[in-house]
């Protein structure tokens, strides 16, 4: 158990539908990080929040949106959601960004 | 721009035999490479990860891999698996020592060990 949680385990929505997906950090972490892996495009870095504010963007796309709270969990907000965005969707924690990630176990997203 | 590139997407071998997965990269800048290991249904495990200094960086679980820049390979070996090392490995590098979360995966090798 890497001390971070996610948010449903799994999420079976219909296409043009939104859904938000949710991390708890391990206690302590100020970093939060979104992957999402899926079969063709493999583990892509999404975003990365620490304390609050952005700090990286990757491969996010614009119907895509996330934010850090003020008790530290984070939120990833998927829209007009399409087939392709079937995927499982990770968040990840660090102490500090050049700190070691742990992972979450994972939100499967199923768009039908 | 970086990548990693993943050699093998299935590597099968007998329990207590020796494995190697192989793992390149490309990068013009320096680079700091990481082997993270995932288990069925479970997230990401880093197993072991090259930020400067000796090229040979052991990890968890009796893993090691050894950074080549002049072959810009960065492979993974344990010398005797063990049935519970049946897992999906992904190698990752990262261009910024700042931020070891904002990483370019490769696409994974699945290791199988058999009885």
């Known amino acids: 158990d890497s001390g971070v949680t996610q948010t449903p385990k799994h999420l079976i929505t219909a296409t043009g539908q939104r859904v938000t997906l949710r991390c708890s950090p391990r206690s302590g972490d100020l970093s939060v990080y979104w992957y999402q892996q899926s079969l063709d495009q493999g583990l892509q870095f999404l975003i990365q929040?620490?304390?609050?504010?952005?700090?990286a963007k990757g491969n996010i796309l614009e119907r895509f949106s996330a934010q850090q709270f003020p008790d530290l969990h984070s939120e990833l907000n998927l829209s007009s959601l399409e087939l392709g965005d079937s995927a499982l969707y990770f968040c990840?924690?660090?102490?500090?960004?050049?700190?070691?990630?742990?992972f979450g176990p994972g939100t499967r997203l199923l768009v039908l | 721009a970086q990548s990693v590139t993943q050699l093998d997407s299935q590597v099968p071998v007998f329990e207590e035999a020796p494995v190697e997965l192989r793992c390149n990269y490309s990068?013009?800048?320096?680079?700091?490479l990481f082997w993270y290991v995932q288990y069925p249904n479970q997230g990401l495990q880093l197993l072991l990860k090259?930020?400067?200094?000796?090229?040979l960086v052991k990890g968890i679980n009796g893993f090691e891999a050894e950074f080549n820049k002049s072959q810009t390979s960065f492979h993974l070996r344990k010398p005797s698996v063990h049935i519970s090392d049946t897992a999906e490995y992904f190698c990752?590098?990262?261009?910024?020592?700042?931020?070891?979360?904002?990483?370019?995966f490769g696409k994974g090798t699945k290791l199988s060990v058999k009885p």
């Open positions: 090259y930020l400067s200094g000796s090229t």
């Open positions: 990840a924690s660090s102490v500090a960004s050049q700190e070691r990630l742990y």
């Open positions: 990752a590098v990262s261009d910024t020592i700042w931020s070891q979360g904002n990483l370019i």
């Open positions: 929040y620490y304390n609050g504010e952005e700090r």
């Open positions: 990068s013009s800048v320096s680079v700091y």
